[in-house]
Protein backbone atom coordinates (compact mmCIF):
# COMPACT_ATOMS: atom_id res chain seq x y z
CA UNK A 1 0.00 0.00 0.00
CA UNK A 2 1.65 3.40 -1.24
CA UNK A 3 1.95 5.71 2.11
CA UNK A 4 0.54 9.16 2.90
CA UNK A 5 2.33 11.46 -0.03
CA UNK A 6 3.65 14.07 3.28
CA UNK A 7 5.24 10.90 4.99
CA UNK A 8 7.12 9.74 1.95
CA UNK A 9 8.21 13.08 1.11
CA UNK A 10 9.51 13.15 5.16
CA UNK A 11 11.18 9.74 5.16
CA UNK A 12 12.70 10.65 1.49
CA UNK A 13 14.33 13.98 3.06
CA UNK A 14 14.95 12.18 6.54
CA UNK A 15 17.14 9.48 4.78
CA UNK A 16 18.04 10.58 1.52
CA UNK A 17 20.08 7.98 -0.85
CA UNK A 18 24.09 7.47 0.84
CA UNK A 19 22.92 7.50 4.06
CA UNK A 20 24.37 5.75 6.85
CA UNK A 21 22.24 3.63 8.83
CA UNK A 22 22.96 1.20 11.73
CA UNK A 23 20.36 -2.16 12.58
CA UNK A 24 19.18 -2.41 16.34
CA UNK A 25 17.05 -4.90 15.37
CA UNK A 26 15.11 -6.47 12.98
CA UNK A 27 11.76 -8.47 13.20
CA UNK A 28 12.29 -10.91 10.46
CA UNK A 29 11.58 -14.32 11.40
CA UNK A 30 13.19 -16.05 8.38
CA UNK A 31 16.89 -14.59 8.04
CA UNK A 32 16.94 -11.28 9.40
CA UNK A 33 20.04 -8.90 9.38
CA UNK A 34 22.44 -9.69 12.47
CA UNK A 35 21.99 -6.24 15.11
CA UNK A 36 24.95 -3.71 14.82
CA UNK A 37 25.15 -4.76 11.12
CA UNK A 38 25.90 -1.02 8.75
CA UNK A 39 24.84 -0.09 5.42
CA UNK A 40 23.76 2.58 3.11
CA UNK A 41 20.74 3.59 2.41
CA UNK A 42 19.95 3.08 -1.69
CA UNK A 43 16.24 4.33 -2.39
CA UNK A 44 12.80 4.60 -0.51
CA UNK A 45 10.01 2.90 -2.02
CA UNK A 46 6.40 4.13 -2.44
CA UNK A 47 5.90 2.02 1.00
CA UNK A 48 8.22 3.76 2.42
CA UNK A 49 10.53 1.05 2.42
CA UNK A 50 14.63 1.47 2.98
CA UNK A 51 16.19 -0.48 0.56
CA UNK A 52 19.99 -1.28 1.46
CA UNK A 53 23.11 -2.07 0.93
CA UNK A 54 24.46 -3.45 4.08
CA UNK A 55 28.18 -4.00 4.71
CA UNK A 56 27.58 -7.49 4.95
CA UNK A 57 26.74 -7.82 0.97
CA UNK A 58 22.89 -8.02 1.86
CA UNK A 59 20.36 -5.94 0.32
CA UNK A 60 16.92 -6.77 2.97
CA UNK A 61 15.12 -3.22 2.86
CA UNK A 62 14.37 -1.97 6.44
CA UNK A 63 10.44 -1.35 7.23
CA UNK A 64 10.13 1.74 9.38
CA UNK A 65 7.56 0.54 12.82
CA UNK A 66 8.27 -3.01 12.49
CA UNK A 67 12.42 -3.05 12.14
CA UNK A 68 14.11 -0.65 14.80
CA UNK A 69 17.60 1.05 13.59
CA UNK A 70 19.58 4.36 13.83
CA UNK A 71 21.50 6.89 11.30
CA UNK A 72 24.69 6.90 11.65
CA UNK A 73 26.06 10.84 11.88
CA UNK A 74 28.75 11.88 9.67
CA UNK A 75 31.88 12.83 10.85
CA UNK A 76 31.13 16.79 12.23
CA UNK A 77 35.11 18.76 11.33
CA UNK A 78 35.77 22.43 10.67
CA UNK A 79 34.99 23.85 6.38
CA UNK A 80 36.56 27.15 6.02
CA UNK A 81 35.48 29.60 3.46
CA UNK A 82 37.35 32.61 2.88
CA UNK A 83 37.10 36.40 1.63
CA UNK A 84 38.44 39.64 1.81
CA UNK A 85 38.09 42.24 4.29
CA UNK A 86 37.71 46.02 3.46
CA UNK A 87 39.70 47.48 6.90
CA UNK A 88 39.28 51.42 7.57
CA UNK A 89 41.13 53.39 10.27
CA UNK A 90 40.05 56.83 11.68
CA UNK A 91 43.50 57.48 12.96
CA UNK A 92 44.08 59.82 16.44
CA UNK A 93 45.48 63.43 15.61
CA UNK A 94 47.60 65.11 17.90
CA UNK A 95 45.06 66.02 19.82
CA UNK A 96 43.74 62.74 20.43
CA UNK A 97 40.36 63.42 18.31
CA UNK A 98 39.59 61.47 15.36
CA UNK A 99 40.40 62.16 12.04
CA UNK A 100 37.57 62.97 9.09
CA UNK A 101 38.35 60.61 6.59
CA UNK A 102 39.61 56.99 6.76
CA UNK A 103 42.51 55.65 6.01
CA UNK A 104 41.76 51.85 4.30
CA UNK A 105 44.53 49.51 5.29
CA UNK A 106 46.00 46.87 3.01
CA UNK A 107 45.05 43.29 4.20
CA UNK A 108 48.89 42.79 5.42
CA UNK A 109 48.49 46.34 8.02
CA UNK A 110 45.16 44.98 8.77
CA UNK A 111 47.30 41.92 11.06
CA UNK A 112 48.41 44.08 13.36
CA UNK A 113 44.45 44.69 14.45
CA UNK A 114 43.41 41.08 14.83
CA UNK A 115 42.84 40.44 18.24
CA UNK A 116 40.45 43.78 18.12
CA UNK A 117 38.27 42.29 15.27
CA UNK A 118 38.35 38.81 16.71
CA UNK A 119 36.96 40.10 19.71
CA UNK A 120 34.45 42.48 18.09
CA UNK A 121 33.09 39.58 16.12
CA UNK A 122 32.59 37.44 19.40
CA UNK A 123 31.03 40.30 20.99
CA UNK A 124 28.83 40.93 18.10
CA UNK A 125 27.27 37.21 18.38
CA UNK A 126 23.49 36.58 19.68
CA UNK A 127 22.78 34.76 22.76
CA UNK A 128 20.40 32.49 20.36
CA UNK A 129 23.38 31.68 18.02
CA UNK A 130 24.77 29.94 20.55
CA UNK A 131 24.80 26.49 19.16
CA UNK A 132 24.15 26.98 15.69
CA UNK A 133 25.89 30.21 14.98
CA UNK A 134 24.44 32.03 12.11
CA UNK A 135 22.49 29.35 10.41
CA UNK A 136 19.96 30.03 12.66
CA UNK A 137 18.73 32.45 10.41
CA UNK A 138 19.02 29.53 7.45
CA UNK A 139 15.43 28.70 6.74
CA UNK A 140 15.49 26.19 3.97
CA UNK A 141 14.81 22.76 4.83
CA UNK A 142 17.34 21.24 2.88
CA UNK A 143 20.59 18.79 2.84
CA UNK A 144 22.74 22.18 3.96
CA UNK A 145 20.46 22.36 6.93
CA UNK A 146 20.78 18.93 8.06
CA UNK A 147 24.53 18.80 7.30
CA UNK A 148 25.72 22.25 8.38
CA UNK A 149 26.09 22.18 12.03
CA UNK A 150 26.80 26.08 12.15
CA UNK A 151 28.61 28.44 11.47
CA UNK A 152 30.41 31.69 12.88
CA UNK A 153 32.18 34.88 11.11
CA UNK A 154 36.20 35.32 12.32
CA UNK A 155 39.15 36.24 10.80
CA UNK A 156 42.99 35.23 10.25
CA UNK A 157 45.83 35.28 8.62
CA UNK A 158 46.33 33.60 5.42
CA UNK A 159 49.53 33.97 3.70
CA UNK A 160 50.65 37.16 5.61
CA UNK A 161 47.49 38.51 4.75
CA UNK A 162 43.96 39.11 7.18
CA UNK A 163 41.13 37.70 5.47
CA UNK A 164 37.98 36.73 6.68
CA UNK A 165 36.49 33.86 7.20
CA UNK A 166 33.20 31.84 7.21
CA UNK A 167 34.15 28.80 10.01
CA UNK A 168 31.84 26.04 9.38
CA UNK A 169 31.25 23.01 10.76
CA UNK A 170 30.12 20.30 8.67
CA UNK A 171 28.84 16.74 9.42
CA UNK A 172 30.23 15.37 5.93
CA UNK A 173 31.63 16.62 2.66
CA UNK A 174 29.64 18.76 0.63
CA UNK A 175 28.79 18.46 -2.75
CA UNK A 176 29.50 21.38 -5.11
CA UNK A 177 26.57 22.14 -5.59
CA UNK A 178 25.95 22.32 -1.64
CA UNK A 179 28.44 24.74 -1.56
CA UNK A 180 27.84 27.05 -4.15
CA UNK A 181 24.01 27.24 -2.66
CA UNK A 182 25.76 28.15 0.97
CA UNK A 183 27.91 30.36 -0.57
CA UNK A 184 24.72 32.48 -1.52
CA UNK A 185 23.69 32.35 2.19
CA UNK A 186 26.43 33.51 3.77
CA UNK A 187 26.93 36.31 1.17
CA UNK A 188 23.39 37.20 2.33
CA UNK A 189 24.57 37.11 5.60
CA UNK A 190 27.93 39.26 4.89
CA UNK A 191 25.78 41.80 3.29
CA UNK A 192 22.76 42.57 4.31
CA UNK A 193 22.43 40.27 7.85
CA UNK A 194 25.33 40.28 10.21
CA UNK A 195 27.88 42.17 8.10
CA UNK A 196 25.57 45.24 7.39
CA UNK A 197 25.39 45.85 11.01
CA UNK A 198 28.64 44.86 12.24
CA UNK A 199 30.85 46.96 9.21
CA UNK A 200 28.58 50.61 11.18
CA UNK A 201 30.15 49.51 14.58
CA UNK A 202 33.63 51.21 15.41
CA UNK A 203 36.36 48.84 16.97
CA UNK A 204 38.59 50.94 19.30
CA UNK A 205 42.44 50.22 18.85
CA UNK A 206 45.60 52.06 20.44
CA UNK A 207 45.68 53.99 17.22
CA UNK A 208 42.21 55.45 16.76
CA UNK A 209 39.08 53.22 15.43
CA UNK A 210 38.74 50.77 13.09
CA UNK A 211 35.94 49.72 10.78
CA UNK A 212 35.93 46.13 8.92
CA UNK A 213 33.58 44.90 6.15
CA UNK A 214 33.24 41.23 5.59
CA UNK A 215 31.76 42.19 1.69
CA UNK A 216 31.80 44.83 -1.09
CA UNK A 217 30.44 45.14 -4.51
CA UNK A 218 33.43 45.17 -6.52
CA UNK A 219 34.48 42.86 -9.12
CA UNK A 220 37.77 41.81 -7.02
CA UNK A 221 35.27 40.28 -3.76
CA UNK A 222 34.58 36.74 -3.79
CA UNK A 223 33.84 33.81 -1.56
CA UNK A 224 36.29 31.22 -1.61
CA UNK A 225 37.36 27.35 -0.28
CA UNK A 226 40.51 26.71 0.72
CA UNK A 227 41.27 24.88 -2.64
CA UNK A 228 39.70 28.05 -4.86
CA UNK A 229 42.03 30.13 -2.93
CA UNK A 230 44.80 28.14 -3.37
CA UNK A 231 44.49 28.18 -6.86
CA UNK A 232 43.84 31.92 -7.02
CA UNK A 233 46.93 32.78 -5.36
CA UNK A 234 48.47 30.60 -7.94
CA UNK A 235 47.40 31.98 -10.93
CA UNK A 236 48.63 35.42 -9.02
CA UNK A 237 51.91 33.85 -8.80
CA UNK A 238 52.13 33.13 -12.38
CA UNK A 239 51.28 36.64 -13.12
CA UNK A 240 53.67 37.90 -11.02
CA UNK A 241 50.73 39.65 -9.12
CA UNK A 242 51.73 39.11 -5.31
CA UNK A 243 52.96 41.12 -3.12
Not at 118 to 138: F, N
Not at 201 to 218: A, C, D, Q
Amino acid sequence: MKKHPEWLKFMKEQYPPGTRIRLIEMNDPYSPVSPGTEGTVNFIDDQCQLHMDWDNGRTLALIPGENRFCMIQKQLHTFKLYMPLTVRLYEKNEWGDMENEPVELDNRTALAHENDIVAALLKARMPQEAERGLMEYYDEDDSINRNVQSYVFTVEPVNGKLMGIAECRVHGELTEEEIDLFKEAIIGQDADGFGEGFEQRPIKTSVGEIYVSLWNGGSSWSIMTQEELEQGQGQQMGGMQLG
